[in-house]
């Protein structure tokens, strides 16, 4: 298991679409993996659980990995969130 500090840098923060791109992304991985924020710990493969976090810009997120593909899941969360969910 690894975790890492994530920051949201777009200044819309995690809204719907940026919820679904999280979704999505971490999908495509067989490792659990989650976002923690204060006491909230959620399913990053959940649409409606990222969005229950209400990250707003500058908020910093923990995301944990779990599993046999859990280094390159962690780097593609953590590319995705340094994109700014490919948001201008």
Sequence with gaps: MISKELEV????????RPAAEIAK????YSSDIFLSRDTMKINAK?????????????????CTCSGADENE???G???LFLSRFEEK
């Design 9 to 16: 840098l777009n200044r819309a923060g995690i809204h719907a």
């Design 25 to 28: 992304k971490a999908s495509g």
């Design 46 to 62: 959940s649409i409606m659980g990222v969005i229950t976090l209400g990250a707003t810009y500058k908020t910093k997120l923990i």
């Design 73 to 75: 899941a962690m780097k």
């Design 77 to 79: 969360m953590e590319d």
